[in-house]
């Protein structure tokens, strides 16, 4: 590569790239630049003649490698100037080499003036890898030159973003500043800050706005409605001018007619979310669309971005009739896929997801009326074999009503037989009794009736009374039983009970206490008293103390 060189003060150096040249070179072949006339020295004295102070071993190695770094850093700035220039030579005797250590030091300080303040860096990023101790390390590739550059973020600027971000072949945007990195004597960049650079940073939007609206439930599998076997109007958003709409009324027209119903948008640009937006909401106010096509044709990502607009993303979702969406090819995927009801690969095939095919139908239906007469006439046989089957088995109908009528008249026969003889025993029976009835008179027939009537009674008068007299007895002598077992009787002999206030016998001098006012009941009534305790004195009948 090549490059404007300039000299600044400070001995910086500001490259510019310019073109492309044979590799070969440092800085590549610099521009016809004047050398810097040399600043006037004083004349030097001889080393024998300059005075010498004794120094120690440290100091003098200290000036003896400051003597290095400024030779060096003039010779590098004469080189820059002049490549091809010979630099002057010093006496052979003189000539001081510098170690590697010093080298690099000095690279890195000329670095370090370079580059104050941080720098921005494009790439691509590769051989990403992660070390223990946190640090990232990767290397940056320019993609449209061969040029490489390793990069270290160190663990303190790795952040969880930047984990995510950097990737194999991901294209970033690094923050930093260039370094010498002297035990391995490589020029590296020291980044502090990392994102997505171009198409990386409109994916990681882009992936954002799909997590948030997947949060919200917009991309739910359950929302997801089924299409219409056969819409009355098929609603298509897209450009006019466009061949989507050629296409879908191509393949509609083609598997047999749709009605199809175009509400005009602009697809690409800055205003067609917009205008998709709109077009959704005109063919909304037509009662009879069934089903809206969201397409157009095959893009970039820029030209498919209006796809992946919030407010389209969400206007599809809240559609009010079921959406195909048909943007792009079978490899370019949106949003509005997620958002909608169903997914074409293509416009055309959108068409034929909503539109049947005719001909298709015409021969299923053929297909289905033939399989429908085969089954019918497999029907039938079949009912004709049951229907010989079932008459052999019934035989000739004549003969069975006739064995039928025949067997009807001989039961009918046996019953007019018994129905007269039965008819003739009662007549003889009825003959019989008017007989006897007429031999014996009523009157002698009601007199031995009365007379067993009368003994019976009799009977019955003689029985009660005796049972009647034995019952009396018995209940005497059970009241005879109970009175002597009564309570009272026992009272009527000098007894009396005791009970308490609530009505509980006193049985035993533990049941009460002293104090205790208590009811006694005698034969002839009840009254209260008072128990005393067993240590007060008694009362005599006059109120003294016995």
Same mark, same amino acid.
């Given at each position: 590569?090549?490059?404007?060189?300039?000299?600044?003060?400070?001995?910086?150096?500001?490259?510019?790239?310019?073109?492309?040249?044979?590799?070969?070179?440092?800085?590549?072949?610099?521009?016809?630049?004047?050398?810097?006339?040399?600043?006037?020295?004083?004349?030097?004295?001889?080393?024998?003649?300059?005075?010498?102070?004794?120094?120690?071993?440290?100091?003098?190695?200290?000036?003896?490698?400051?003597?290095?770094?400024?030779?060096?850093?003039?010779?590098?700035?004469?080189?820059?100037?002049?490549?091809?220039?010979?630099?002057?030579?010093?006496?052979?005797?003189?000539?001081?080499?510098?170690?590697?250590?010093?080298?690099?030091?000095?690279?890195?300080?000329?670095?370090?003036?370079?580059?104050?303040?941080?720098?921005?860096?494009?790439?691509?990023?590769?051989?990403?890898?992660?070390?223990?101790?946190?640090?990232?390390?990767?290397?940056?590739?320019?993609?449209?030159?061969?040029?490489?550059?390793?990069?270290?973020?160190?663990?303190?600027?790795?952040?969880?973003?930047?984990?995510?971000?950097?990737?194999?072949?991901?294209?970033?945007?690094?923050?930093?500043?260039?370094?010498?990195?002297?035990?391995?004597?490589?020029?590296?960049?020291?980044?502090?800050?990392?994102?997505?650079?171009?198409?990386?940073?409109?994916?990681?939007?882009?992936?954002?706005?799909?997590?948030?609206?997947?949060?919200?439930?917009?991309?739910?599998?359950?929302?997801?409605?089924?299409?219409?076997?056969?819409?009355?109007?098929?609603?298509?958003?897209?450009?006019?001018?466009?061949?989507?709409?050629?296409?879908?009324?191509?393949?509609?027209?083609?598997?047999?007619?749709?009605?199809?119903?175009?509400?005009?948008?602009?697809?690409?640009?800055?205003?067609?979310?917009?205008?998709?937006?709109?077009?959704?909401?005109?063919?909304?106010?037509?009662?009879?669309?069934?089903?809206?096509?969201?397409?157009?044709?095959?893009?970039?990502?820029?030209?498919?971005?209006?796809?992946?607009?919030?407010?389209?993303?969400?206007?599809?979702?809240?559609?009010?009739?079921?959406?195909?969406?048909?943007?792009?090819?079978?490899?370019?995927?949106?949003?509005?896929?997620?958002?909608?009801?169903?997914?074409?690969?293509?416009?055309?095939?959108?068409?034929?997801?909503?539109?049947?095919?005719?001909?298709?139908?015409?021969?299923?239906?053929?297909?289905?009326?033939?399989?429908?007469?085969?089954?019918?006439?497999?029907?039938?046989?079949?009912?004709?074999?049951?229907?010989?089957?079932?008459?052999?088995?019934?035989?000739?109908?004549?003969?069975?009503?006739?064995?039928?009528?025949?067997?009807?008249?001989?039961?009918?026969?046996?019953?007019?037989?018994?129905?007269?003889?039965?008819?003739?025993?009662?007549?003889?029976?009825?003959?019989?009794?008017?007989? #006897? @009835?007429? &031999?014996?008179? +009523?009157?002698?027939? /009601? =007199? $031995?009736?009365? %007379?067993? !009537?009368?003994?019976?009674? *009799?009977?019955?008068?003689?029985?009660?009374?005796?049972?009647?007299?034995?019952?009396?007895?018995?209940?005497?002598?059970?009241?005879? #039983? @109970?009175? &002597?077992?009564? +309570?009272?009787?026992? /009272? =009527? $002999?000098?007894? %009396?009970? !005791?009970?308490?206030?609530? *009505?509980?016998?006193?049985?035993?001098?533990?049941?009460?206490?002293?104090?205790?006012?208590?009811?006694?009941?005698?034969?002839?009534?009840?009254?209260? &008293?008072?128990?005393?305790?067993?240590?007060?004195?008694?009362?005599?009948?006059?109120?003294?103390?016995?």
């Amino acid at each position: 590569m090549a490059y404007d060189v300039s000299l600044v003060p400070g001995r910086e150096v500001m490259a510019k790239k310019r073109k492309t040249v044979e590799q070969g070179t440092l800085f590549g072949e610099p521009p016809s630049v004047p050398p810097r006339p040399a600043a006037p020295r004083a004349p030097a004295l001889p080393r024998a003649a300059r005075p010498r102070a004794p120094l120690s071993p440290e100091v003098a190695a200290a000036a003896a490698l400051i003597e290095r770094l400024e030779r060096l850093d003039e010779l590098v700035a004469r080189s820059m100037l002049s490549p091809s220039a010979e630099s002057p030579k010093e006496p052979a005797g003189e000539e001081l080499p510098l170690t590697v250590a010093a080298l690099g030091r000095l690279l890195e300080r000329a670095l370090g003036d370079r580059f104050v303040d941080p720098v921005l860096v494009e790439g691509e990023a590769n051989g990403v890898r992660f070390a223990q101790s946190g640090h990232l390390y990767f290397t940056l590739k320019d993609e449209d030159d061969d040029a490489t550059v390793d990069v270290v973020m160190y663990r303190a600027s790795v952040t969880p973003r930047a984990r995510g971000i950097v990737s194999e072949g991901a294209r970033l945007r690094l923050r930093g500043k260039p370094s010498y990195y002297t035990p391995r004597g490589r020029l590296q960049f020291i980044a502090d800050r990392v994102g997505l650079s171009g198409k990386g940073a409109l994916l990681e939007a882009l992936e954002r706005l799909k997590a948030r609206l997947l949060a919200e439930g917009l991309f739910a599998p359950e929302r997801t409605r089924p299409l219409p076997f056969e819409p009355r109007i098929i609603g298509v958003v897209t450009s006019a001018a466009g061949a989507v709409i050629h296409d879908i009324c191509r393949v509609a027209f083609r598997r047999g007619g749709a009605h199809i119903l175009l509400s005009p948008a602009v697809v690409q640009g800055p205003s067609a979310a917009r205008s998709i937006v709109k077009a959704l909401a005109l063919l909304q106010q037509v009662p009879e669309v069934d089903v809206i096509v969201v397409g157009r044709g095959g893009g970039s990502a820029d030209d498919l971005a209006a796809f992946n607009d919030e407010a389209v993303v969400r206007a599809v979702a809240a559609c009010a009739v079921p959406v195909v969406s048909a943007v792009g090819h079978e490899v370019d995927f949106t949003l509005v896929d997620f958002a909608s009801d169903a997914r074409a690969s293509t416009p055309s095939q959108a068409a034929e997801m909503l539109v049947p095919d005719g001909q298709a139908m015409a021969l299923l239906l053929a297909e289905r009326e033939r399989a429908l007469r085969r089954a019918m006439v497999a029907r039938l046989s079949e009912g004709r074999l049951e229907l010989a089957a079932i008459a052999q088995n019934l035989g000739d109908p004549r003969v069975r009503v006739a064995t039928a009528q025949q067997r009807l008249d001989d039961r009918r026969t046996r019953l007019v037989s018994s129905m007269e003889r039965r008819l003739e025993r009662e007549r003889a029976r009825h003959r019989g009794e008017a007989s #006897r @009835l007429t &031999a014996l008179p +009523p009157t002698s027939a /009601l =007199a $031995r009736e009365r %007379a067993a !009537v009368v003994e019976l009674a *009799g009977r019955v008068k003689a029985a009660f009374s005796g049972e009647f007299a034995r019952r009396q007895t018995e209940v005497v002598r059970l009241e005879a #039983r @109970l009175d &002597a077992m009564s +309570p009272v009787k026992v /009272l =009527a $002999r000098g007894y %009396a009970i !005791v009970t308490t206030e609530e *009505g509980l016998a006193v049985r035993r001098r533990a049941d009460v206490a002293g104090g205790v006012r208590v009811r006694v009941r005698v034969d002839d009534g009840s009254f209260a &008293a008072r128990v005393e305790p067993d240590d007060a004195p008694l009362q005599e009948p006059g109120g003294g103390p016995a």
